[in-house]
Nanobody, 120 residues
Framework: QVQLVESGGGLVQAGGSLRLSCAASGRTFSSYEMGWFRQAPGKERELVAAITWSSGVAHYTNSVKGRFTISRDNAKNTVYLQMNSLKPEDTAVYYC?????????????WGQGTQVTVSS
């Protein structure tokens, strides 16, 4: 089975930084793309950033462009989300997810989530 474990969340002041990690494990683990999602109370879950394992091509939601960076370490099966210049509106539970590619291209593996709270 595939297991995704997030870490690195916490409480930080506005303007600060956090780095989230997502460690993927499983003997048969294989994915096309990894994504970081977040969900704040009363809001829809949104894709924050995603990265393709093979190419490293990344994309971001507009609200985090220039502030967040997604990266991956293929050898370690680990994905990171470096979050700089954090704002209170970044407060949410952040989830790591794996898109296993064809045929469905669905994010069908999820971590447990890690809380990020940004204070003013």
């Amino acid at each position: 089975q595939v297991q995704l474990v997030e870490s690195g969340g916490g409480l930080v002041q506005a303007g600060g930084s956090l780095r989230l990690s997502c460690a993927a494990s499983g003997r048969t683990f294989s994915s096309y793309e990894m994504g970081w999602f977040r969900q704040a109370p009363g809001k829809e879950r949104e894709l924050v950033a995603a990265i393709t394992w093979s190419s490293g091509v990344a994309h971001y939601t507009n609200s985090v462009k220039g502030r967040f960076t997604i990266s991956r370490d293929n050898a370690k099966n680990t994905v990171y989300l470096q979050m700089n210049s954090l704002k209170p509106e970044d407060t949410a539970v952040y989830y790591c997810a794996a898109d296993t590619g064809p045929p469905a291209y669905d994010y069908n593996y999820w971590g447990q989530g890690t809380q990020v709270t940004v204070s003013s």
